[in-house]
């Protein structure tokens, strides 16, 4: 890929995943070693997805069975700690590029637009924004869309002190031009590019926002292409993930009829259908009216692309897989074919996907070509991709990792993936084991925990009264949610009697490793907080004042118990809770009120609503109680529109 050429009748010689030797195979020394017959094949470099999310371990075989030797994805800590299994070939994955958690703005609904980023509110954040994410061993500083103008730029500052890229979608508020000047150095998608290149003929949408297609339907590609030579001029690079706006505005017929969705959960497709939904009423637009807009704007930001290849602005493949209908590994294909249809060569578009990716990261010494001290992540097919990208939808073969996978242990490992896709979650037993001493059982149980209307986790409780009149609250709660692996988390709380938090110890364990938390109260009056989080990042932070309630994200079934308490639970109240996101406490407000329901039996039944204000979402929780106390279920809506539920399953 150092040029468009073929190198026939050469072997390549493999050391601990990398490539010691190449040239004419009868000059290469193979006496002695394990000799694969590549006659009548072709070898290149492994494909890189540059922007995707990787959440699943499970996840890596639709990846390498198509190609894919190496992924850019947006972080979590659990991200960053799976990227160093997969670079020390703990299990066969592509190798991973983590960047930062979304670092965001604050919008007129006083949140985030993206659950799992961390809220910017003013500018003097950014340097210590900046310094976690690196010190923790993000690769990039990822900016969001709600970002002010002000906020950007301090990111950008802040992103060039410590040497790193700052990469964004594009804020609503800002052209791309001004972000660029601001410090970003990379584009995810083309959302907003119609800011300041619209139509003279088109009027200005009342409000811009990175799911409204209309504006991308109204471009001037006179001022796109004098933006493209901006871009280029300061090597501004661009993932414009077109097989993700294609897509999502697919038909619901097209889009179910894809094969590939039998290796997407039932519950991710209900999730993608309520999305798609979510979308449109952004847009303020029916669904049918946004999806019609979505595919012209498609087909407009092909043309955009056309124009970006033609001016020479640097260009990364990538697919923001699992969006809607959007399912990894297959996408990538699409969005090489996509780069064709807009003007490059074969060779064009798969440097886009290899040689490219790796100068985008500053390693074109270590990946991208097959070459001598190269990392042997490969890719082996029986047609010529030089002459027809699609070659690539045939694989024979690929090496990543020092792994080396045939056709059929490609194929074995997709079964294995859809296998798991049509059986229920297999999640571990969870069980409390009886200790004596001097405490004495209120109650105890073990829960369904449903999402989307699949089972996806149990949760296992015993709530004790300490000799005091405090209590014990012990949970066991194993979880498989939609986009995310399997979790085990065991938490023990000590409160005191009118349910005030002393202390709480909790340990998460997952395939990546473990996140251990502790919080203790000390007199005369603070909360102190330690957390390990599996990428092992250690962070202490402390909030001063009286006792508080937990949140609702560090107990399960606190809950029933303390509304079954009505008289330290008024039927409207709002108080303090303590908090802890990211490894740092927080006070949250906590409003608890009684739900007057319509579809409530209040003969039999109780409703109450819990609901707690953060900067990166917001938790509303529905408990069903019967009038004597007794626990009936609980719903909440997730912030990505999961409906999540716990059911009583009367065991005890």
């Given amino acids: 890929m150092d040029a468009e050429r073929e190198l026939p009748d050469n072997t390549l010689l493999l050391e601990n995943g990398i490539v010691r030797a190449l040239g004419p195979t009868r000059e290469v020394e193979t006496t002695g070693l394990r000799v694969i017959d590549g006659s ?193 001029e300061r090597q501004t690079w661009n993932v ?86 959007n399912v990894q590994g297959g996408s990538l294909h699409q969005e090489l074919a996509n780069f064709v249809g807009a003007g490059m060569s074969p060779f064009a578009a798969l440097r886009c996907a290899t040689s490219e990716a790796a100068r985008f990261v500053g390693e074109s010494d270590r990946w991208g070509s097959v070459a001598v001290g190269t990392r042997a992540d490969l890719v082996v097919t029986r047609g010529n991709p030089l002459r027809d990208v699609g070659a690539l939808r045939d694989i024979e073969a690929v090496c990543v990792n020092g792994y080396y996978l045939t056709r059929g242990d490609l194929e074995d490992l997709l079964e294995q993936r859809a296998a798991l896709v049509a059986a229920p979650p297999r999640l571990p037993a969870v069980h409390l084991v009886r200790v004596s001493g001097e405490n004495v059982l209120v109650g105890q149980g073990t829960w369904i925990e449903r999402i989307v209307g699949a089972e996806a986790g149990r949760v296992a409780f015993r709530q004790s009264r300490l000799p005091d009149g405090g209590w014990l609250i012990e949970e066991r709660h194993a979880a498989a949610q939609p986009r995310r692996h399997v979790e085990r988390r065991n938490t023990r709380l000590v409160l005191d009697p009118d349910f005030k938090l002393r202390s709480c110890a909790y340990t998460v364990d997952s395939f990546a490793g473990s996140e251990v938390g502790q919080i203790t109260w000390s007199a005369p009056g603070e909360y102190s907080v330690h957390v390990k989080e599996v990428d092992g990042w250690e962070s202490r932070s402390s909030v001063v004042g009286d006792r508080m309630l937990p949140s609702e994200r560090l107990t399960v079934t606190l809950w029933p118990l303390l509304l079954a308490h009505r008289s330290r639970a008024p039927e409207h109240s709002v108080t303090p809770a303590l908090d802890v996101v990211a490894g740092s406490a927080a006070v949250r407000d906590m409003r608890l009120s009684v739900k007057d329901d319509a579809q409530s039996d209040r003969a039999t039944e109780v409703h109450w609503h819990l609901s707690v204000d953060r900067p990166t979402h917001a938790t509303g929780q529905l408990y069903r109680l019967t009038h004597d106390g007794s626990f009936l279920g609980m719903q909440e809506m997730m912030p990505l529109l999961w409906l999540r539920e716990l059911v009583p399953t009367g065991e005890a």
């Avoid at 670092?103 to 310094?131: F, H, N």
């Avoid at 209900?270 to 637009?285: Q, V, Y």
Wanted: hydrophobic fraction near 40%; charged fraction near 20%.
């Fill in 240 to 325: 414009p993930t077109l097989v993700f706006h294609q897509r999502g505005s697919q038909s619901p017929a097209g889009a179910k009829a894809d094969p590939a969705l039998k290796y997407v959960p039932p519950s991710s497709i209900k999730d993608w259908e309520s999305t798609l939904i979510r979308w449109a009423r952004r847009a303020r637009l029916g669904v049918d009216e946004w999806r019609a807009a979505a595919r012209e704007r498609a087909r407009a930001f092909l043309q955009v692309v056309a124009i970006f290849h033609e001016e020479g602005v640097p260009l990364l493949t990538g697919t923001d897989s699992l969006n809607p209908w």
């Fill in 40 to 232: 009548g094949t072709y070898v290149m470099p492994g494909l890189a997805d540059m922007y995707t999310h990787y959440w699943d371990p499970v996840d890596c075989p639709l990846y390498l069975a198509n190609g894919i030797t190496v992924i850019r994805t947006v972080g979590t800590p659990f991200q960053l700690a799976m990227e160093r299994l997969a670079e020390r070939g703990e299990f066969p994955s592509p190798r991973m590029i983590t960047i930062s958690p979304p670092i965001d703005g604050v919008g007129p609904t006083g949140r985030t637009d993206m659950p799992r980023g961390a809220a910017m509110t003013g500018s003097e954040q950014a340097e210590a924004l900046v310094q976690r994410f690196v010190r923790g061993g993000y690769h990039q500083i990822k900016a969001f869309s709600l970002l002010s103008p002000e906020h950007l730029q301090a990111l950008g500052r802040a992103a060039a002190a410590a040497g790193v890229r700052l990469v964004a979608n594009c804020p609503n508020a800002m052209t791309f031009e001004e972000a660029v000047e601001s410090g970003v150095t990379c584009f995810e998608q083309l959302h907003n590019i119609a800011r300041g290149h619209l139509r003279k003929d088109a009027p200005e949408p009342p409000f811009w926002d990175r799911f409204d297609p209309v504006p991308g339907t109204r471009m001037d590609f006179a001022a796109i292409r004098r933006l493209a030579r901006f871009m280029r």
